[in-house]
């Protein structure tokens, strides 16, 4: 490809909203450009790059035995209700009404649309076990869409289902599919960790996340280097502290805290750790009031309080101060001693003894209270994990590292094919539901992580199987009679040996066109210049910055070697 024939869109600033270097450097380098707040038009440079990614993902789903199809990006309404997530999955869902007032959404996810086709067409034992997959646009009305492609409200993801007769097919197509991750994310040279994760609004009964290390990932991970144990920081639970579980109970007592509201107020002014302190959080669902106590030095997990009331994650929300006084109470010294909403005790709380919590009137806190005792409630885990805590399975410290969710994985088993009656008659004749699982990449999000993880002062670094183009020949001064001949002449032995290459023939300085080629992550440089006349150029790898000189059938050897 000749540059001046080439759409290249670079900048020397990007808008004041790119924050993190991905947004920043697909915008500079004419990958992309924003339509609208989380919408992005790809311009050739990036589709390039974003179809090799898809290429290696397909490659490696049909060598898993998966088959592709397209489905439809709107859904119908009624769907969504056999499956009961029409108003579950919250208003990240985009619904609109046709001219016949029939309602639809534009596809979030694809659960219903691939249940309804399998359970049209499948009916038999004898056509599963079966995966099927799909790269298309999906959309979710995200509240704030920020940080370029990690998170829009369009976005390119592949998603493929599995149908199996029974459990036990279940988990030899999930455990394929791992693999089958595993090789993607290899390929793509991605640097990330497989963890636990929570199943969301897609639901079902486990899950994995393949999350890709970086400094500005949405996620929290801890993992443990002992035993190998990982979660995101929804899933990740930690053995439980026994902390002041010994202790004789002693009288509960009120005790004056004059305007003293926070954990640590609290406990500099009664002269004790912040473990001591209980916090106690009010929020409110669509049906009731609930407290949460954690440790005072923990922090609450939402996920794991939605999970115990079975709710979706947008149903749960901080009472007001309002709202708390509503319930006999004070902001800054609610406690659960005679509380009458439902309470949630995270485990380590029910242990201790003798804890400090509010006493729900201002100004005042309770010490020496305990669990069963002086207030009732369930069980569970609620806190969120922190470096150090112990690992639930082998009790070393937990480690954490920020993470790009760039794949997830699930075990949905009947969830969905039991709601939209997608079954199959077994070996005994007897109709049963099939039994189902999801997989999904984020195709756009992993482009963005990668350019996270591969990218320098001067711009992206593209792994040479994933760049837009593998070579750029720059000449100096193409105008120059032995320059353009040389460079011509390496252009088309480079085109015969089918490399992706371009010709920077731009009428341009010459640092201008090596910022240009920087900036954009081209792997390999073959610049022309002064000893054009003697067959020579100087060959630079853009990673290492290394130069050499070199003749041309030296570069042309050298760069398919690389290649």
């Known amino acids: 490809m000749k540059a001046s024939k080439m759409l290249l869109g670079t900048l020397k600033e990007a808008p004041n909203e790119a924050i993190i270097d991905s ?6 380098a004419g990958m992309i450009r924003k339509l609208v ?14 179809h090799k990614i898809e290429n290696i993902i397909r490659e490696e789903m049909d060598a898993s035995g998966a088959q592709e199809i397209l489905s439809s990006a709107i859904q119908p309404k009624e769907l969504w209700e056999l499956s009961k997530r029409w108003e579950k999955y919250g208003p990240e869902l985009i619904r609109f009404k046709d001219r016949h007032d029939r309602e639809f959404c534009l596809g979030p996810t694809h659960e219903e649309i691939f249940t309804d086709l399998i359970k049209n067409e499948v009916k038999s034992y004898k056509m599963l076990p079966l995966n099927i997959y799909q790269i298309q646009t999906k959309y979710r009305d995200e509240l704030r869409p920020r940080f370029g492609l990690m998170r829009g409200r369009e976005f390119i993801m592949k998603d493929a289902y599995s149908f199996d007769k029974d459990d036990a097919g279940l988990e030899i197509s999930y455990r394929q599919m791992y693999e089958t991750y595993q090789r993607i994310f ?33 996620s929290n991970i801890f993992y443990c280097d002992a035993c190998h144990y990982a979660a995101d920081e929804e899933k990740a639970e930690s053995k439980v502290d026994h902390y002041k579980e010994n202790e004789p109970e002693q009288p509960i007592q009120e005790v004056e805290t004059k305007n003293k509201k926070t954990i640590e107020e609290v406990s500099q002014y009664l002269h004790v750790s912040s473990k001591d302190v209980v916090k106690t959080m009010i929020y409110k669902t669509p049906e009731e009031f609930v407290a949460v106590l954690v440790r005072g030095d923990k922090e609450v997990n939402p996920i794991q309080v939605c999970n115990a009331l079975n709710i979706a994650e947008h149903e749960l929300q901080l009472a007001t101060n309002q709202e708390i006084q509503t319930l006999g109470s004070v902001e800054g010294f609610v406690g659960p001693v005679d509380l009458n ?14 804890i400090i919590v509010g006493a729900n009137q201002a100004d005042y806190h309770l010490i020496n209270v ?39 994985i699930f075990k949905l088993r009947t969830k969905y094919s039991e709601s939209m009656g997608c079954t199959f008659l077994n070996e005994e004749g007897k109709s049963i539901p099939m039994v189902m699982g999801c997989y999904g990449i984020g195709v756009t999000r992993t482009l963005a992580a ?19 183009y593998q070579v750029v020949i720059i000449p100096i001064n193409y105008a120059e009679e032995a320059q353009q001949q040389l460079a011509d002449e390496c252009y088309a032995l480079l085109k015969q040996h089918h490399v992706e290459v371009i010709l920077d023939d731009r009428n341009s300085k010459a640092g201008f066109k090596f910022k240009d080629w920087d900036l954009i992550g081209i792997p390999l440089q073959i610049i022309v210049g002064k000893k054009a006349s003697e067959g020579i150029v100087e060959f630079k790898q853009r990673k290492t910055q290394n130069k050499e000189e070199l003749s041309l059938q030296q570069v042309v050897e050298k ?3 690389c290649i």
């Open 559 to 561: 760069i398919l070697n």
């Open 450 to 468: 990668i350019v996270e993880q591969y990218h320098d002062e001067h711009g992206i670094i593209w792994p040479i199987h994933l760049a837009p």
């Open 186 to 218: 290899d390929r793509l040279q991605i640097h990330y960790k497989v963890v636990l994760a929570d199943t969301g609004s897609i639901g079902g009964s486990e899950s994995h996340q393949f999350m890709a290390l970086s400094e500005v990932g949405e």
């Open 370 to 408: 305990n669990f069963n005792r002086d207030f009732k409630g369930e069980v569970g885990c609620f806190r969120k994990c922190q470096d150090g805590d112990a690992c639930p399975i082998c009790g070393q410290p937990l480690k954490s590292q920020r993470g790009i969710e760039v794949g997830q």
């Open 23 to 28: 947004h920043i450097l697909l915008i500079r």
């Open 341 to 354: 909403i439902k309470i949630l005790v995270d485990q380590e709380v029910a242990l201790m003894k003798n």
């Open 37 to 50: 707040a989380g919408v992005y038009n790809f311009l050739p440079l990036g589709l390039k790059v974003l």
